[in-house]
């Protein structure tokens, strides 16, 4: 990570000493003092790549704090690596920063202010995320932008070879689980979006709290990648909405499901929330961010996958089951009738 022109002691030299330096702990970082970073992979391993990047006005808010957007940009890609089964062994990672300290646009007109004290509270929260789930910085980029504040993220994770969980195992009769909770993070966007109080929906300030700290900063369910390794015939991680991956891994796999929307496992400021605004459903449903395993276990793995996950202190739900035959996965509701969705999932495009 240094600068193209190779100039000494340049602003981008500066800013990565004192800032992003610390956090390159792994010998193979070099300092972040080369162009380059060496990784050994670990014997009988393979490595497992994975990038996701957060945008300005898109994936935040311009106010949101600093701390809690680097713990974003590193969970999301950790949560994708819990999902194939993999562990982290480190991380790059690419800033795109306003020429002009303190200002960039983002959707709306609005504006991120990054000076060095959001450089500094960013980088030390990154830090602390890299520390706590053993993924030290090996190097990465940063360039002026004329546009948002976009901050790209790639990890690189491991499994034993020949062991990765695909979207692509999954067969008639598999149970289909999700860990944690679905929906919080949608509903926490939702009151972002509308500004809403906890009285707005008769939710308690910390009920409140809870859904937008869910939107803000993501759980990545790493302690439950060895489970989903050993007993998943196929998983991946719910990003962009539990029925539009649910889908996808159905599509991949040549199977569809049907799920019990009874059953997927809510909060209670989730349950509240919709019992005053039962129209948000389809937000729990399709609306994504939760960073939760979605995963497919055979039954005959499935007690020993859910004794698993509580050893590693993971809930996880059973809401479905995967069928033979092609189409969307079916979305049951409490009267037995599929559920019609406007949009199964998020899309940028």
Known sequence: MISDDGTIGSGEDRLIARHFAPLATHPGALGLSDDVAVMVPPAGCE?????????????FFPDDPPDAIARKALRINL??????GARPLG????????RRTGRATANGGAVVAVDDAWLAAFAAALGEDATAYGCPLYGGDTVASPGPVMISVTVIGAVPTGTLVKRSGARPGDRVLVTGTIG?????????????GAEDFGLTAEEREHLLSRYLEPRPRTALAEAVRL????GMDVSDGLAGDLAKLCRVSGVTARVEIARVPLSGAAHRLLDAAPEHLAAVLSGGDDYEVLCTVPPARLASFTAAAAAAGVPVTDIGEIFEGQGAPVLLGSDGHPLALDRASFSHF
């Open 91 to 98: 991380f790059l990672l690419s800033l795109a920063l306003p």
């Open 184 to 196: 919080d993070a949608a509903l926490g966007l939702v009151l972002r979006m509308e500004r809403a």
């Open 231 to 234: 007993h998943a015939s196929a």
């Open 47 to 59: 490595l497992v790549l994975e990038t996701d990047a957060i945008v300005a006005g898109m994936h």
């Open 79 to 84: 949560s994708d690596l819990a999902a194939k």
